[in-house]
């Protein structure tokens, strides 16, 4: 490249010159400057190869070895841009016509050809039909700093080598074919500030490594088969969008950044509350919560967020009242609120506007103008998926539950133990008090009578030994008793205990 000072040496020098003409030293500095952007004729011979592989879009058709690339006029489909004799851009787009690339064609060999551009940094590649797996030798473009492969037909996964490209800030893949799960490396790159791999097959969950990319300003991964939750982004706090529209995650609210500009949830399957954290996002333009199952009251203050334009939650279960004089945010340009079960009035920022699109069908609001459901269906439907007037009893509540019933238990127990203990005492009572002292009441002489009855009590209390499990023993019968003592004559008596007579 021609230095600055035989230039300003150039330019000094012919002004003194007899015969100085104007235009001729223009015609000098021009043809200077075209010297010194003169493309390498190696990297010539790499495009003209490019040509050859793709054939189109139309305008690389008039590409031959005569062209100047690095001063042609870029178009709207082709653009080279150089540095020093070197290729440091190349945008390639075509459109939805694009004719299909033949059936000889190898994604490896495109590759092999694009790495001979070594000083790129900026490679656009949209909608050429280029198929097939994206070869791990797209590294060697080791200072790669923007990567964009929208729009074609590549399959198979995010190739590990791209992994050592340390420079990359923005990788965008869309529409493709791309599958399997995200890899954790994706977290590691340095600088990454734009992530985009909408419109894919990928599936799994998305890797923890995600929350240290501090870097990151774009996420976005629609319409794919993720799931699950998310991980911790709120730590990202340059994150501007995040799109995540038609996936799987949930059930839980994310936890983000509150620099968000846009952010789109819907069409996945988060059952929890909206956070009221979301109030402090002053810089939210787009919310998008359509289409999932959002509980509890909805935070009407979103409809007042300094920045927010378009808020969407339809098709919730969202509850709560709102009301004639909630305040809007004047920005606010559309709001869906179609299918949820909200009560009360209309807000008249929001129904006596003509600039703004208001949807709010399929809910218990007292208006006549959209189909509404009657007040109880709001109610009843409310208390189905378990919403209750008091989140934050929840939990109260539930200990008392829980409590109640554990304590059911244990009375129970403790009551059936009180009844086994007094029938078994019943059945001792019963078996103490059978009826044969009725038989000496009924024999016996009037002079006998206390010493029998104390005889008695020790049959009883020998009875209650008995019941104890000690070895069985014969009760013998009053009339037994007269005849073995002669109707208790003195001549059977034997002596005196401390029991009574025997």
């Known amino acids: 490249m021609l230095s600055a000072f035989p230039l300003v040496l150039v330019l000094y020098i012919l002004p003194m010159a007899k015969g100085f003409n104007a235009f001729v030293v223009l015609g000098i500095i021009l043809l200077l400057i075209n010297q010194s952007e ?296 559309f709001a869906d609120f179609s299918s949820n079960l909200l009560t009360g009035l209309l807000p008249s920022c929001l129904s006596d506007s003509k600039d703004r699109v208001f949807l709010y069908a399929q809910n218990c609001l007292a208006t006549g103008k959209e189909n509404q459901h009657p007040l109880p269906f709001c109610r009843n439907e409310a208390l189905a998926v378990g919403i209750f007037p008091h989140s934050k009893k929840s939990k109260p509540s539930n200990f008392a539950l829980a409590f109640g019933i554990t304590g059911g238990i244990i009375g129970g127990i403790v009551l059936l133990g009180l009844i086994f203990i007094f029938v078994r005492r019943l059945n001792e009572y019963k078996t103490i008090n059978k009826p044969t002292t009725r038989l000496i009441s009924e024999k016996a002489s009037i002079a006998y009578t206390s010493k029998l009855l104390s005889d008695a009590r020790y049959i009883s209390q020998t009875m209650k030994l008995g019941a104890l499990g000690l070895p069985p023993y014969r009760t013998f019968a009053l009339e037994e008793l007269e005849d073995a003592t002669n109707n208790f004559d003195t001549t059977a008596f034997m002596g005196e205990g401390s029991q009574g007579q025997v």
Request: with cysteine; proline share 6%; hydrophobic share 40%.
């Open 38 to 333: 003169q493309l390498q004729s190696s990297q010539t011979q790499t495009l003209l190869r490019l040509q050859l592989l793709l054939n189109y879009p139309d305008v690389l058709s008039s590409w031959n070895s005569s062209v100047d690339f690095c001063n042609a006029e870029p178009t709207s489909q082709v653009t080279v841009v150089c540095y020093e004799e070197s290729i440091t851009q190349l945008h390639v787009i075509g459109n939805d016509g694009t004719p299909s690339l033949p059936s000889n064609f190898s994604m490896d060999s495109f590759v092999t050809t694009l790495v001979k551009l070594p000083d790129l940094r900026v490679l656009t590649l949209v909608s050429l039909g280029l198929w097939g797996p994206l070869p791990g030798k797209i590294a060697r473009l080791s200072s790669l700093e923007i990567l964009n492969m929208t729009s074609n037909l590549l399959y198979g996964t995010i190739p590990h080598e791209l992994s050592g490209v340390t420079t990359l800030q923005t990788l965008i893949l869309d529409d493709n074919m791309f599958s399997g799960w995200l890899p954790e490396w994706l977290g590691s790159f340095p600088v990454l500030a734009v992530l985009s791999l909408r419109n894919n097959s990928f599936n799994g969950s998305l890797p923890d490594s995600f929350s240290i990319l501090e870097n990151l300003r774009v996420l976005a991964l629609s319409h794919n088969h993720f799931q699950g939750e998310l991980p911790d982004l709120s730590s990202l706090t340059n994150l501007q969008e995040l799109d995540l529209e038609d996936n799987a995650f949930g059930p839980q609210f994310p936890r983000l950044g509150n620099k968000l500009v846009r952010l789109v949830l819907g069409k996945n399957r988060f059952r929890s509350a909206i956070p009221t954290e979301l109030n402090s996002f002053y810089q939210l333009h787009w919310l998008d919560l359509s289409f999932n199952r959002f509980v509890g009251p909805f935070p009407s203050s979103l409809l007042s967020l300094p920045s927010i334009t378009y808020l969407n939650i339809a098709d919730n279960k969202l509850t709560g009242m709102l009301f004639e004089n909630t305040s809007c945010n004047v920005e606010l340009k």
